[in-house]
């Protein structure tokens, strides 16, 4: 490691049964955080499930594709391998999942599937 590489601690901040609650509130005086308490709020993530994972992934490859841009720098790039590598695995997990998704999951998938897989062939040519 350089003296520029920087160490970094995830610590979890739920308690379990088996925990002292003591505990936990010692650490977090001790100035242990996460990500939400150096704003002073808690980060409104949405909930995790098949569709937000599908999202998620869907998100990825219209970045790469370079149709949406990068939140943090606003600009647009194009990465035609990487889009194609979640094209893919989407595309797994619509063969994988076949028959143990809801019909609303289902069609969440093939939709966004089959779009993406159009917009992949129209930014390649």
């Known amino acids: 490691?350089?003296?520029?590489t920087k160490d970094f601690?995830?610590?979890?901040?739920?308690?379990s049964s088996s925990e002292d609650t003591s505990d936990k509130k010692k650490e977090n005086a001790a100035g242990s955080s996460t990500s939400g308490e150096h704003s002073g709020q808690d980060p409104q993530l949405p909930k995790i499930n098949f569709s937000?994972?599908?999202f998620s992934l869907n998100s990825s490859a219209l970045?790469?594709?370079?149709l949406v841009p990068d939140p943090t720098t606003g600009k647009k790039e194009k990465n035609l391998l990487l889009?194609?590598?979640?094209?893919?695995i989407l595309g797994m997990l619509d063969e994988k999942t076949h028959g143990?998704?809801?019909?609303?999951?289902?069609?969440?998938?093939?939709?966004?599937l089959h779009d993406l897989r159009?917009?992949?062939?129209?930014?390649?040519?």
């Open 52 to 54: 937000t994972f599908i």
């Open 9 to 15: 601690i995830v610590k979890d901040t739920e308690i």
């Open 1 to 4: 490691m350089t003296d520029q």
């Open 83 to 88: 889009a194609k590598q979640s094209i893919d």
């Open 100 to 112: 143990n998704l809801t019909n609303d999951e289902e069609k969440l998938l093939r939709h966004i």
């Open 63 to 66: 970045y790469h594709l370079g």
């Open 118 to 125: 159009l917009m992949y062939v129209k930014e390649r040519n």
